[in-house]
């Protein structure tokens, strides 16, 4: 059971999952098993959305994505929580308090890492390095060179999560800003094409970090038509990366997809939408020797 088959394996494991726990399948007690979970442009949104009589009326809020990360966590022993970016502005929340309720809420939450959005710009560079004193995860960018700005030193590329014995490697990479938000407010910013920086930061975590599982935090987007990088791209593009959690275009998949790498094994690819809306959840296992298979991919709605 190689990884070519852990991957379909996880593909052919997807499914919508209302209820948590519900869709996850037998596992023998020696097994070892991490869960996955996963948020992306949250954009402010702490209260669930207004009594409005729109097709999201009622739902998500910080509160109720809390309980049912905790709901989680009461079933399975290893748990780790990661988020793809833009984190900040859509509601009021920002506009007041700039994004520290944000980062203290993830924190409570007990996020394991994260990455940087567009939008984390939007109260420019020291509003953003302010901020994450208040995180107490790591804000992951490889492709985002921020020497001499006042994020300096306040990233790092890639992170090492251990689990019951599973090494995992996570690293982030963002879209070009330029073009997209205003140069004033990404300043000295050095962007570095993500395809060429994944690849190279996803073969340190395989092959000299050794990790298990390598989980690439994207806020690329999760396709788009022409030539500019997307999700689907860096997967078709890559050679150690097991999965990518995406973000900035909103795509509520229903379920992850899987794409060929460029060695023709399949990359999960999931995306939760926006809002705090649904929380993704993959459950691993690795019955040993190396091997690890997916038991259940589910989008959770909150």
């Known amino acids: 059971m ?29 097994t070892r098993k991490l869960t996955i979970l996963h948020t992306n442009d949250w ?26 990360i905790e709901d989680v966590r009461r079933q399975e022993q290893n748990v780790i929580l ?12 920002f506009n007041f308090f700039a994004g520290e309720l944000e980062m203290k809420l993830m924190t409570k939450m007990g996020y394991d890492a994260a990455t940087i959005g567009n939008h984390d710009f939007d109260g420019g560079m020291e509003n ?9 995860f790591p804000m992951l960018s490889a492709n985002y060179e921020f020497a001499g700005t006042p994020l300096a030193g306040q990233t790092q590329p890639y992170t090492i999560i251990k689990k019951n014995g599973v090494k995992v490697g996570v ?42 599982v ?45 794409a060929p790498n460029a060695e023709g094994v399949p990359v999960i690819v999931n995306q939760v939408g926006f809002g705090g809306l649904r929380v ?10 190396g091997a690890r298979s997916c038991v259940a991919c589910n989008n959770l709605r909150v």
Do not use: W
């Open 128 to 136: 953003l390095a302010t901020q994450l004193t208040h995180a107490k």
């Open 171 to 212: 690293f982030g990479v963002g879209i070009e800003l330029q073009g997209l938000v205003p140069e004033k407010l990404y300043g000295r910013t050095n962007y570095l094409e993500p395809t060429e920086v994944a690849n190279r930061t996803a073969a340190i975590l395989r092959h000299r970090e050794k990790c298990d």
């Open 43 to 68: 954009h402010s949104r702490i209260d669930p959305f207004p009594d409005d009589g729109g097709r999201n009326a009622n739902q998500g809020g910080a509160i109720r994505r809390m309980r049912l």
């Open 82 to 93: 990661l988020d793809s970016g833009d984190i900040f502005q859509g509601t009021p929340y």
């Open 2 to 30: 190689n990884r070519r088959f852990f991957i379909r394996r996880a593909a052919v494991g997807g499914g919508v999952l209302l209820v948590p726990g519900l869709a996850t399948a037998a596992v023998a007690p020696s």
């Open 214 to 258: 390598v989980i690439c935090l994207s806020h690329l987007g999760f396709r788009y038509r022409g030539d500019k990088v997307d999700d689907i791209k860096l997967a078709a593009a890559s050679k150690d990366i097991d999965i990518i959690l995406g973000g900035h275009t909103h795509t509520f998949l229903d379920a992850p997809v899987e």
């Open 280 to 289: 993704g959840r993959l459950d691993l296992t690795f019955p040993g020797g």
